[in-house]
C-alpha cells in the first residue's frame, strides 16, 4: 500500500514540539528531578529551572516574571481568571462580562458561573468577528467586576480591540482578563500596550507540549486560588510545578520570540497564497470573518454545498490535516457558536473549514493543499446534487 505523505495545517488545534523544545524538555525530564520547593541541592536546581522559565514567557509578552503563574494548560487559566477574580469580590461584583464567540474553556467558566449566581452579559460580535468596544461599555453595570475578552479568535483568527476594551475596564475599574492562546506565538503580545490585567497563555499552541501554560497576573490584582494544597505560586497555584513543561515552555517562548517577525511575514505570505488560490480556482467560496484584523496563519473559508466534515475526512485521505470549526467541538452536530455569532446560516456554518498554518508549511504543500482542496471538493459537490 503507498504511505500518504502527510502534511499539517492545524496549527490552531496544536502545534508539533519543536526539536529545542523536545531537548529542554527531555534534558529536564532526565536530570532537574528535585522538587522546586526542596531547600536542598536538587530542588535549588529545579527551582532555578523554573525562574528561567519564567523570565522566558515573561519576557515575550512583557512582564516582570513575578507576574506568571504557571498552571496546566490554557483551559486553566481562563478558569483560575475567571473564578479566581469573581469569587475574590464576591460581595461586591456579581457580574462578568464577555463575548459570544470565546473558547469553551471561558464560555463554560461563565455558563457556570452563572449556576453560581453570577449574572454574565454575553456581547455580539458582527459579521467581521470583531467585538465592538462600545457593545462593552454599554453592558458595564454598576456591580461588574470583570470583562473577558479573547486576543486571537481560534477559529477565525481575527484580533479583537483589546486596547479600547482595556480602557473602558479601566475607566469602569473593572479587571480585563484577556484570553491569549490563540495570539501567543503568532502576533507581538505587550501586556501593558494592551492594558491587560490577565493573560492566559498554552505551551502546545506553541511548540511546547500538553499540560503547561500560565496566566500573567498584573502586579496588585485581587485573585483567589482556585485549587487548596500548598503555597505554591505565591499561592495562587497549589500543587508541584511541572519544571520540565514549565521549562520546555520557556524556550518555546523565547524560540517565539526570536522567529516572531519573520514567522509572520512567512505565515502570512502563505496564508494569503493559500486563500488567494481557493477563491479563485473553487466557485462558491468565501472567507469568514475580517480578513484585515486576523492572526497571520489562519484563514475560515466556507465551501457552499457540501459538509465541512467531509472535506477533513476527504483531505486527510490526501494527507492534508485541517479542521472545521474548533477542534474541541469537533464530532459534535451543532454548527461552530462562534460561525453562528458572526451570522452565518447552519449550512455555511457547517460547510466552513479552519486553514491554520505553522512553522513547518512551506509554499510546495501550500500549492498541494490548494490542488487536493480543489479535487476533494468537486467530488464531493458531484456526490450531494441536493446542497450544492
Ligand atoms: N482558549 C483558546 C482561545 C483556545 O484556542 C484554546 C485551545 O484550543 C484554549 C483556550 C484551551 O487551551 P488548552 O488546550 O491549553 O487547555
Same mark, same amino acid.
Given at each position: 500500500m503507498?504511505t500518504?505523505q502527510r502534511?499539517?495545517?492545524d496549527?490552531n488545534?496544536t502545534?508539533?514540539?519543536?526539536?529545542? &523544545?523536545l531537548?529542554?524538555a #527531555?534534558?529536564?525530564?532526565g536530570q #532537574?528531578?528535585g522538587?522546586?520547593s526542596?531547600i536542598?541541592h536538587?530542588?535549588?536546581?529545579?527551582?532555578?529551572? *523554573? +525562574?528561567t522559565?519564567?523570565?522566558?514567557?515573561?519576557?515575550?509578552?512583557?512582564?516582570?516574571?513575578?507576574e506568571? =503563574?504557571? #498552571?496546566?494548560?490554557g483551559?486553566? /487559566?481562563?478558569?483560575?481568571a475567571?473564578?479566581?477574580? #469573581?469569587?475574590?469580590?464576591?460581595?461586591?461584583?456579581?457580574? $462578568?462580562?464577555?463575548?459570544?464567540i470565546?473558547?469553551?474553556? =471561558?464560555?463554560?467558566?461563565? /455558563?457556570q458561573?452563572?449556576?453560581?449566581?453570577v449574572a454574565?452579559?454575553y456581547v455580539?460580535v458582527?459579521?467581521?468577528?470583531?467585538?465592538?468596544?462600545?457593545? $462593552?461599555r454599554?453592558a458595564l453595570?454598576a456591580?461588574?467586576?470583570?470583562v473577558?475578552?479573547?486576543?486571537?479568535?481560534?477559529?477565525l483568527?481575527?484580533v479583537?480591540? &483589546?486596547?479600547?476594551i482595556?480602557?473602558?475596564?479601566?475607566e469602569?475599574g473593572?479587571? @480585563?482578563? $484577556?484570553?491569549? !492562546?490563540?495570539a501567543?506565538?503568532?502576533?507581538?503580545v505587550?501586556?501593558?500596550? @494592551?492594558?491587560a490585567d490577565?493573560?492566559?497563555?498554552?505551551?502546545?499552541k &506553541?511548540? %511546547?507540549?500538553k499540560?503547561?501554560?500560565?496566566?500573567?497576573?498584573?502586579?496588585?490584582?485581587? *485573585?483567589?486560588?482556585?485549587?487548596?494544597?500548598?503555597?505554591?505560586?505565591?499561592?495562587r497555584?497549589?500543587g508541584?510545578?511541572n519544571v520540565?513543561? %514549565?521549562?520546555?515552555f520557556?524556550?518555546a517562548?523565547?524560540?517565539a520570540?526570536?522567529?516572531l517577525?519573520?514567522?509572520?511575514?512567512?505565515t502570512?505570505?502563505?496564508?494569503?497564497?493559500?486563500?488567494?488560490a481557493?477563491?479563485?480556482?473553487?466557485?462558491?467560496?468565501g &472567507?469568514?470573518?475580517?480578513?484585515? %484584523?486576523?492572526?497571520p496563519?489562519?484563514?475560515n473559508i466556507?465551501?457552499?454545498g457540501?459538509?465541512?466534515?467531509?472535506l !477533513?475526512?476527504?483531505?486527510? @485521505?490526501?494527507g492534508?490535516?485541517?479542521?472545521?470549526? /474548533?477542534?474541541?467541538?469537533?464530532?459534535a452536530?451543532?454548527?461552530s457558536? $462562534? *460561525?453562528?455569532?458572526?451570522g452565518?446560516?447552519?449550512?455555511?456554518?457547517?460547510?466552513?473549514i479552519?486553514?491554520?498554518l505553522?512553522?513547518g508549511?512551506?509554499? +510546495?504543500?501550500?500549492?498541494?493543499?490548494?490542488? %487536493?482542496?480543489a479535487a /476533494?471538493?468537486?467530488?464531493l459537490?458531484?456526490?450531494?446534487? !441536493?446542497?450544492?
Open positions: 503507498k500518504v502534511f499539517y495545517f496549527h488545534a502545534t508539533p514540539v519543536s526539536p529545542e &523544545v531537548e529542554t #527531555v534534558t529536564c525530564l #532537574v528531578y522538587n522546586a526542596s536542598h536538587f530542588g535549588q536546581a529545579a527551582k532555578q529551572r *523554573l +525562574e522559565a519564567r523570565r522566558q514567557i515573561a519576557s515575550l509578552i512583557g512582564c516582570q516574571a513575578r506568571i =503563574v504557571f #498552571v496546566s494548560g483551559t486553566e /487559566a481562563d478558569n483560575l475567571l473564578f479566581g477574580t #469573581v469569587r475574590q469580590a464576591k460581595r461586591s461584583g456579581r457580574h $462578568v462580562i464577555t463575548t459570544a470565546e473558547h469553551p474553556a =471561558v464560555l463554560n467558566a461563565c /455558563a458561573l452563572e449556576r453560581e449566581g454574565v452579559t455580539p458582527g459579521a467581521d468577528g470583531v467585538v465592538d468596544p462600545d457593545d $462593552v454599554r453595570r456591580d461588574t467586576v470583570l473577558s475578552v479573547m486576543h486571537a479568535n481560534n477559529e483568527g481575527t479583537q480591540p &483589546v486596547p479600547e482595556a480602557a473602558i475596564a479601566r469602569a473593572v479587571y @480585563l482578563h $484577556v484570553d491569549g !492562546v490563540q501567543l506565538g503568532k502576533i507581538p505587550d501586556v501593558d500596550a @494592551l492594558g490577565l493573560y492566559s497563555m498554552s505551551g502546545h &506553541v511548540y %511546547a507540549p499540560g503547561i501554560g500560565a496566566l500573567y497576573v498584573r502586579r496588585g490584582t485581587r *485573585l483567589g486560588a482556585i485549587l487548596f494544597g500548598g503555597h505554591h505560586e505565591r499561592e497555584r497549589p508541584t510545578e520540565p513543561g %514549565a521549562a520546555a520557556g524556550c517562548a523565547e524560540l520570540g526570536a522567529h517577525e519573520t514567522e509572520v511575514r512567512r502570512g505570505e502563505l496564508r494569503d497564497r493559500l486563500e488567494a481557493i477563491l479563485e480556482r473553487i466557485p462558491r467560496t &472567507v469568514n470573518g475580517n480578513r484585515a %484584523a486576523r492572526t496563519n489562519t484563514t466556507y465551501f457552499d457540501l459538509e465541512g466534515e467531509a !477533513v475526512i476527504a483531505l486527510d @485521505l490526501r492534508f490535516a485541517v479542521s472545521s470549526g /474548533a477542534a474541541c467541538s469537533s464530532g452536530v451543532e454548527p457558536h $462562534v *460561525l453562528t455569532a458572526i452565518l446560516k447552519a449550512d455555511r456554518a457547517r460547510a466552513s479552519r486553514f491554520s505553522g512553522r508549511n512551506t509554499a +510546495e504543500q501550500v500549492d498541494a493543499l490548494v490542488e %487536493a482542496v /476533494a471538493v468537486t467530488h459537490r458531484r456526490l450531494s446534487p !441536493v446542497m450544492a
